[in-house]
């Protein structure tokens, strides 16, 4: 028969503490990390959505601006960039902007971009985005 006295249990208490605080504090350090990590996705979320609407609204006004001047035109290549137009108008207006989950927006993104690519080659007009981004703040006016 062992005896066990209090201040055995002090003593446990004493070598055990390490190791509880060692549990609590990866707790809460594990629990600080999900908060944070969880907020900084969130932003980064916001960010390059922000980013891919901007860039799809570009494509679209472009489109639909070119389209604009196109459709009075009766002319072979007019009618073939007209088509291309309204296919690019299609293809955006397909686009799933309310799924923050579709699993294929990156494939959907890379459509756009190259139906966007066809018809500036149709129009012999550059197709880099932030050239135009960029150009609005150099104006002199």
């Known amino acids: 028969m062992a005896f066990k006295s209090n201040s055995d249990d002090l003593f446990d208490s004493i070598i055990m503490a390490d190791n509880r605080f060692h549990v609590e504090g990866y707790q809460e350090g594990f629990e600080e ?70 699993e294929k927006l990156q494939e959907d993104m890379e459509r756009v971009r190259a139906k966007f690519r066809q018809v500036c080659s149709l129009l012999n007009v550059a197709t880099d985005f932030r050239e135009y981004l960029s150009g609005s703040s150099g104006m002199s006016f």
């Open 33 to 102: 990390g999900t908060r944070q990590g969880t907020f900084e996705g969130q932003n980064h979320g916001r960010l390059h959505g922000a980013k891919l609407s901007a860039e799809v609204s570009f494509y679209y006004g472009f489109a639909l601006a070119w389209k604009c001047l196109l459709q009075n035109n009766s002319d072979v290549k007019s009618r073939k960039r007209l088509k291309a137009m309204e296919s690019l108008i299609g293809v955006i207006q397909k686009f799933p902007y309310e799924d923050p989950h579709y």
